[in-house]
């Protein structure tokens, strides 16, 4: 299993930026997902974006987050850094990474198949 940590929350203006980062430790390989999602206050999971530790599959952004949102990988630290610009109001809400193993070079999208999660880190976001 992976044990993972996120950091970097916190309380940001509407408009301004912001970059989380996730923390891996145990065993990743090039078959390793990383995955963030969000949790607004009540409601379910989204998925914000999917990074494969493989090559050659590319970075998947949910629509709303397309264009602002970045994400990057730290080898030396082994984190997956999240970098949030251009905040929205709704984009409160408790911000987690999650780890996946796949089969095959793609990363699974919704939250159902990551069983590795941290405990999320809190992004306010006013306006």
């Known amino acids: 299993s992976v044990q993972l940590v996120e950091s970097g929350g916190g309380s940001v203006q509407a408009g301004e930026s912001l970059r989380l980062s996730c923390a891996a430790s145990?065993?990743?390989?090039?078959?390793?997902?990383i995955a963030w999602f969000r949790q607004a206050p009540g409601k379910g999971r989204e998925t914000v974006a999917t990074?494969?530790?493989?090559?050659?599959?590319?970075?998947i952004f949910a629509d709303s987050v397309r264009g602002r949102f970045s994400i990057s990988r730290d080898n030396a630290k082994n984190t997956v850094d999240l970098r949030m610009n251009n905040f929205k109001h709704e984009e409160t809400g408790i911000y987690y990474c999650?780890?996946?193993?796949?089969?095959?070079?793609?990363?699974?999208?919704?939250?159902?198949?990551?069983?590795?999660w941290g405990p999320g880190t809190q992004v306010t976001v006013s306006s």
């Open positions: 999650a780890a996946a193993r796949v089969i095959i070079a793609r990363c699974y999208y919704g939250p159902d198949h990551y069983n590795d």
């Open positions: 145990g065993y990743t390989d090039s078959n390793t997902c």
């Open positions: 990074f494969y530790f493989g090559k050659n599959e590319p970075t």
